[in-house]
Each structure stands twice: as C-alpha cells, then as structure tokens.
Nanobody, 125 residues
Framework: QVQLVESGGGLVQAGGSLRLSCAAS????????MAWFRQAPGKEREFVAA????????YYADSVKGRFTISRDNAKNTVYLQMNNLKPEDTAVYLC??????????????????WGQGTQVTVSS
C-alpha cells in the first residue's frame, strides 16, 4: 500500500510559477514510477509528466513540455512538479500517482495503482 499526499497548489497569474509536491509513504519510494495527472472541470483526466523508477528518465505531455519539470528526491520520498510560464488552460486539479508494477505504459491512468487526493491549481488570465 502507498499513501500519497499532494501540496503546493494555489492561485497564480498567467506567466507565473508553482511547485507541487507529493509525499509518499508505505513502500520503497525508489521502486515506484511516479507521475502527475490533471483533471479540469468537465474534462477527462490527462497525463502530465512521469518519472520512471530506477532510471533517470522523464516523460511529458506535449502541452507542458518545456514549461513543467518533474523531479524526485528519494531520500525525502517526494516527487515534485515545477510549473513555469503557467497558462489559464493549465487550471485543473493535479493528482499524484504511483505505479509499483514497473509498467512501460507511463501515460495511462490504468498503469497507476495509487493516487493522491489532488491539489487545485488555478491560473488567472
């Protein structure tokens, strides 16, 4: 079992920055693939970024590439999402997810067994 708790969301103007954090507990963090998804009102949940376990490899949705950076601190059992140059269309609930199965399908919701409760990010124009 893995517990995930996100923090760091808030209200920011377009062009601003936020850093989200997701603290994990309950399982060896370094063995988990960690990801961020987001869900805007009336829309489906979508993949944002992932950090694959055991290797220094990250993946991003095209819509955030070059603006968002995912990173992890295994000593703190925490994954981060640095979001720069935020746009109103980035407004959503951001959810942290963990995959203990070492799936290669990193952009799929179904690959992730554990989810946090989400943190709201609102970008004003």
């Amino acid at each position: 079992q893995v517990q995930l708790v996100e923090s760091g969301g808030g209200l920011v103007q377009a062009g601003g920055s936020l850093r989200l954090s997701c603290a994990a507990s309950g399982r060896a963090f370094s063995s988990l693939t960690m990801a961020w998804f987001r869900q805007a009102p009336g829309k489906e949940r979508e993949f944002v970024a992932a950090d694959r376990w055991g290797v220094s490899t990250t993946y991003y949705a095209d819509s955030v590439k070059g603006r968002f950076t995912i990173s992890r601190d295994n000593a703190k059992n925490t994954v981060y999402l640095q979001m720069n140059n935020l746009k109103p269309e980035d407004t959503a609930v951001y959810l942290c997810a963990a995959d203990p199965t070492r799936s290669t399908l990193l952009t799929r919701e179904s690959s992730y067994a554990y989810w946090g409760q989400g943190t709201q990010v609102t970008v004003s124009s």
